[in-house]
């Protein structure tokens, strides 16, 4: 678990208020920005991006509202993916891009 977030405000309990399809979204945010990133070869961004993804993943899974849920398999195997194509690929996936536009534009159209 992170003890030094990046994300402060969205830990100390901001995030557990948002919508799956707001978390979601907000995770493509940050896999968007590193794809920008990579395209750029601007590694150091690049690598803050990871990390905030990667942070939002883990502030996912550790909402309350998803344990006991089918949901919280599938947030374990999308931290996974994330970290593959972002960490050990270093190679983000326009697929899993596409995924994460899809739940930012249901949280749009939702609220």
């Not at 992170?2 to 995030?15: F, M, Q, S, T, V």
Request: charged share 35%; with cysteine; glycine share 4%.
């Amino acid at each position: 678990m992170i003890k030094d977030y990046i994300h402060k405000d969205l830990a100390e309990g901001r995030w557990f208020e948002l919508s799956l399809s707001e978390q979601l979204g907000n995770i493509g945010s940050e896999y968007n920005r590193a794809m920008a990133a990579k395209r750029k070869d601007d590694q150091e961004r690049y690598q803050n991006a990871c990390d905030r993804a990667l942070e939002l993943c883990e502030l996912t899974i550790d909402d309350r509202r998803w344990r006991e849920k089918p949901a919280l398999k599938e947030l374990c195997r999308l931290n996974e993916e994330v970290a593959r194509t972002l960490v050990y690929e270093q190679q983000p996936d326009p697929r899993l891009q596409a995924y994460f536009d899809g739940h930012a534009y249901a949280a749009r159209r939702n609220k």
